[in-house]
């Protein structure tokens, strides 16, 4: 019986070690979402730059559209924020922001300064719709279809090769399934 206890601790180095080898070698850019293949959940907030103006999901219906979770605290949605800036020019699809956790005259300020990509940003400062959304930290983007349905979360700034690899690809089908009908 004792020498079955002065292994235990080597026993519990190789469980721990396991686990730890596990978790590093996952992708945190690609966390699986429940959302997939389901509609953006029910919200009404304020539109950052007008808190008299209320938004729901019903405001991101219509067309395939790319919600951006950022905020000002974030460096890599600084980091991000010029490429969505050239993004914001084509009319393939709409740019909406989530902006998260933020102050609403930071934020606005950083629009200003920055420029200003989205058509819109909600804001969430308290983040209830991104945590009904399942948001870990800015920046995320979800794409959702034109029937409100979201179809892509991915975490982590958008730049011209994360484009090209994990966007250009759902976008150019999600065309397709909307010239079809």
Same mark, same amino acid.
């Given at each position: 019986?004792?020498?079955?206890? $002065?292994?235990?601790?080597?026993?519990?180095?190789?469980?721990?070690?396991?686990?730890?080898? $596990?978790?590093?070698?996952?992708?945190?850019?690609?966390?699986?979402?429940?959302?997939?293949?389901?509609?953006?959940?029910?919200?009404?907030?304020?539109?950052?730059?007008?808190?008299?103006?209320?938004?729901?999901?019903?405001?991101?219906?219509?067309?395939?559209?790319?919600?951006?979770?950022?905020?000002?605290?974030?460096?890599?949605?600084?980091?991000?924020?010029?490429?969505?800036?050239?993004?914001?020019?084509?009319? $393939?699809?709409?740019?909406?922001?989530?902006?998260?956790?933020?102050?609403?005259?930071?934020?606005?300020?950083?629009?200003?300064?920055?420029?200003?990509?989205?058509?819109?940003?909600?804001?969430?400062?308290?983040?209830?719709?991104?945590?009904?959304?399942?948001?870990?930290?800015?920046?995320?983007?979800?794409?959702?279809?034109?029937?409100?349905?979201?179809?892509?979360?991915?975490?982590?700034?958008?730049?011209?090769?994360?484009?090209?690899?994990?966007?250009?690809?759902?976008?150019?089908?999600?065309?397709?399934?909307?010239?079809?009908?």
């Amino acid at each position: 019986m004792n020498k079955v206890i $002065r292994f235990i601790p080597l026993i519990l180095f190789v469980l721990l070690a396991v686990v730890l080898y $596990r978790g590093l070698s996952l992708n945190p850019e690609k966390l699986p979402s429940a959302l997939i293949g389901k509609p953006v959940p029910a919200f009404t907030l304020s539109q950052l730059k007008d808190a008299n103006t209320t938004l729901s999901a019903q405001d991101l219906t219509g067309d395939i559209v790319l919600l951006n979770v950022w905020a000002t605290w974030c460096p890599s949605c600084r980091y991000e924020h010029p490429y969505l800036l050239d993004l914001a020019k084509s009319d $393939r699809v709409k740019l909406y922001g989530l902006n998260y956790k933020d102050e609403r005259d930071l934020a606005i300020t950083w629009l200003n300064q920055l420029g200003d990509p989205y058509e819109f940003s909600i804001f969430d400062d308290m983040g209830r719709l991104g945590l009904d959304l399942g948001v870990y930290a800015a920046p995320e983007t979800f794409v959702i279809d034109h029937n409100g349905i979201i179809r892509k979360r991915f975490a982590g700034p958008i730049d011209a090769k994360v484009w090209q690899d994990e966007f250009e690809p759902l976008i150019r089908q999600l065309e397709a399934e909307r010239a079809k009908g």
